[in-house]
């Protein structure tokens, strides 16, 4: 381990390396004060949550979790893609969740790409990603898209609580997408 992981001031934003060096000295700190819960890997509240990974969304903090409380299941959008599929049914059928949440939120960066990324990309390194960006312009509608998506899945056991949220990155609220 180089010395800087033992010092408090390790610089951000100069590397990759000294960031994640800053990371690891965070988690000798948090493993010192520690203390082993106990607890099973069933959450508290049987609940997943799918969220965008945005940097703004502490969804802990947001909405009052506990460690141990959720599943959280996030990916860039917050979009019900065939991963977001698989882990929720794991979530449900191994480990007991039976409610989920999808959070998109304002200002999402999905919004200002298109499909012309892969395009893009292709052109760039000679392969087309098998995956879509997911890019939307109406999130309301890419919301109700993605409670779509969970309630027809053929593997979920529980799809008769899915409920959909935008949150608002400037003033921390939640509003409720319904079904229209
Ligand atoms: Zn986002």
Redesign the pocket.
């Known amino acids: 381990m180089s010395i800087n992981a033992h010092q408090s001031a390790v610089p951000a934003g100069t590397g990759t390396a000294s960031v994640t060096n800053r990371l690891v000295e965070a988690n000798r700190r948090y493993a010192e004060k520690f203390r082993d819960p106990g607890m099973d890997a069933r959450p508290v509240l049987e609940v997943a949550v799918v969220a965008?990974?945005?940097a703004r969304l502490d969804l802990h903090k947001a909405l009052g979790l506990e460690l141990g409380d959720c599943h959280t299941i996030r990916n860039?959008?917050?979009v019900v893609t065939d991963d977001t599929i698989r882990s929720l049914t794991i979530s449900q059928r191994a480990l007991g969740t039976r409610s989920v949440v999808l959070i998109?939120?304002t200002g999402?960066?999905?919004e200002s790409l298109t499909e012309e990324f892969r395009t893009e990309l292709e052109e760039e390194v000679g392969q087309r990603p098998t995956w879509a960006v997911e890019s939307f312009r109406d999130v309301d509608q890419d919301v109700r898209q993605s409670m779509q998506r969970v309630r027809t899945s053929p593997f979920l056991a529980h799809t008769d609580d899915v409920r959909g949220f935008v949150f608002d990155v400037h003033t921390g609220l939640l509003r409720e997408i319904t079904n229209e």
């Open positions: 965008c990974m945005d860039a959008g917050g998109h939120h999402c960066g999905l």
